[in-house]
């Protein structure tokens, strides 16, 4: 199917690539359909594109390659909201807000979305320590192993 993204334009997804956001996002509850593209194989960010609303989309990051210390427990209501039975079938992203320049942007750790590509749903989740997971961490540099 064909659908019109905010940064990439018309493009043609597989319906078994939708993810299903039971919950919607944070501030857009209703939205619950999206679909992550990649946007260049070298580097640990994608588009995370509602597929109902063209102007519903996120630059989004593995924050891991940002902060390699990035760690945080998935409730058990969470877990069984997602369906998570193997982690290694769990991606996490963080949502970027984008700059002048990419030195200048930053990542929302606080609240990353987790996203079970086996069951195909996600689910954004709001830490409780904003203090190692803050709203606005620099990306100034890829720190971790993905590069």
């Known amino acids: 199917m064909k ?9 043609e997804i597989e319906e078994q690539d939708i993810l299903t956001f039971e ?6 509850e209703n939205e619950k359909k999206f679909v992550l593209l990649p ?20 630059v989004v990051a593995y ?5 390699k210390d990035y ?3 998935i409730s058990e209501d969470d877990r069984n909201q997602l369906q998570i ?3 290694e079938n769990v ?5 970027v807000t984008m700059k002048e320049t990419f030195q200048e942007s930053t990542i929302n750790l606080l ?24 709203l606005r961490y620099p990306m100034q540099t890829l720190e971790g192993s993905v590069k």
Request: aromatic share 8%; glycine share 6%; net charge negative.
């Open 71 to 73: 760690s945080f427990d």
């Open 23 to 28: 919950h919607g996002l944070l501030g857009l």
């Open 3 to 11: 659908i019109a993204t905010k940064f990439l334009g018309e493009i």
């Open 85 to 87: 039975e193997k982690e």
């Open 39 to 58: 946007i260049d194989a070298d580097l640990p960010l994608a588009i995370l594109q509602s597929i109902e609303h063209v102007e519903i989309g996120f």
């Open 111 to 134: 609240a990353p979305i987790i996203v079970n590509m086996d069951k195909k749903r996600g689910k954004q989740i709001v830490l409780q320590d904003n203090k190692s997971n803050p």
């Open 63 to 67: 924050p891991f390659a940002f902060k």
């Open 91 to 95: 991606l996490t992203y963080s949502i």
